[in-house]
């Protein structure tokens, strides 16, 4: 998965509880992007970063809000996770940042009750 | 809301015959990828096809491009039971833009 991990892998959550999931990289990209995917929908982008401190909104952003501190992390928060961001959540990291190749982490499977 | 639209959703074939799936697509683009995922593992690169390419190989994988249709088609040839997964189209659109736009994908399913 080109150097790309998720944690965790498998979370189950409560309605209103905060949640974090973690991507990591080790091949020093500088964009990286958080997707969620749901049956029917494929692939919606929730938030991106095309550097350290720098991210903006994707296309399904609400109730969503990241950070990305350091080049090899980006964080994706649910502040007050609902049962409508069950979900499985897709980090991936492109090297040149100009839509060319992504490379997909291997995914966190959210449930929330 | 999405960019790609692949066609069929889902396709069933016996070993050895080609597959091919179609995407169509709505704005200028720069270029158009397709990806596959196997089941419950991240999406995986297959090839990239640049807006001014009209046709790209990569080994049993062949992608034709028709901007002027807003259109591509994915053909796989010498199908495998390996190959069974779904494969999406994404669109990277004029201007350089970061982003791709994932279509919502085509199960493909290989019978032995």
């Known amino acids: 998965d080109a150097g790309i991990t998720q944690s965790p892998r498998h979370k189950v959550t409560e309605t209103g509880t905060p949640v974090t999931l973690r991507c990591h990289q080790t091949e020093n990209h500088r964009y990286m992007y958080w997707y969620r995917q749901d049956p029917g929908h494929g692939l919606r982008l929730i938030h991106y970063s095309y550097g350290v401190k720098d991210t903006d909104k994707g296309e399904v952003s609400d109730g969503y809000s990241v950070s990305r501190s350091k080049t090899e992390d980006f964080l994706l928060t649910l502040e007050s996770a609902t049962s409508s961001q069950t979900s499985v959540y897709f980090c991936?990291?492109?090297?040149?940042?100009?839509?060319?190749?992504?490379?997909f982490g291997p995914g966190t499977r959210l449930t929330v009750l | 809301s999405q960019q790609g639209e692949e066609d069929p959703q889902a396709l069933s074939i016996q070993e050895g015959e080609n597959a091919t799936m179609n995407c169509s697509y709505k704005t200028s683009i720069n270029n158009l990828q397709w990806y596959r995922q196997n089941s419950g593992r991240g999406l995986v690169h297959l090839i990239l096809?640049?807006?001014?390419?009209r046709e790209k190989h990569s080994g049993r994988l062949r992608v034709t491009l028709d901007t002027s249709k807003k259109s591509s088609s994915l053909l796989i040839t010498a199908s495998r039971a390996a190959d069974t997964a779904s494969y999406f189209c994404?669109?990277?659109?004029?201007?350089?833009?970061?982003?791709?736009?994932f279509g919502k994908g085509t199960k493909l399913t290989v019978n032995p």
């Open positions: 994404a669109t990277g659109s004029q201007g350089g833009s970061e982003k791709l736009v």
């Open positions: 096809i640049r807006s001014n390419e």
């Open positions: 991936a990291i492109t090297d040149r940042g100009r839509t060319d190749t992504q490379y």
